[in-house]
């Protein structure tokens, strides 16, 4: 495999885990929004999230601050 081959499949690589982070935040983004919208709790969409996604609680309380909707 040629050197530039090897740059273009890492350059892919790097678009496909970022496409894969994007997406699981848009997942995790409906999630909350859909916790809200059906009433849950500000901690226990939180802590549904962490289990679901497998998220450390200072990640997850990064996400809820961004798409938590305050009232």
């Keep these: 495999m040629l050197l530039v081959e090897k740059y273009a499949q890492a350059d892919m690589n790097a678009v ?4 894969r982070n994007e997406g699981r935040e848009e997942g995790i983004k409906g999630m909350i929004e859909t916790c809200q919208e059906l009433g849950l709790s500000r901690n226990l969409t939180s802590a549904r999230v962490n289990r679901k996604y497998f998220l450390d609680g200072i990640y997850t309380e990064d996400l809820m601050q961004k798409y938590w909707k305050e009232a």
């Design 16 to 19: 496909r885990s970022y496409e």
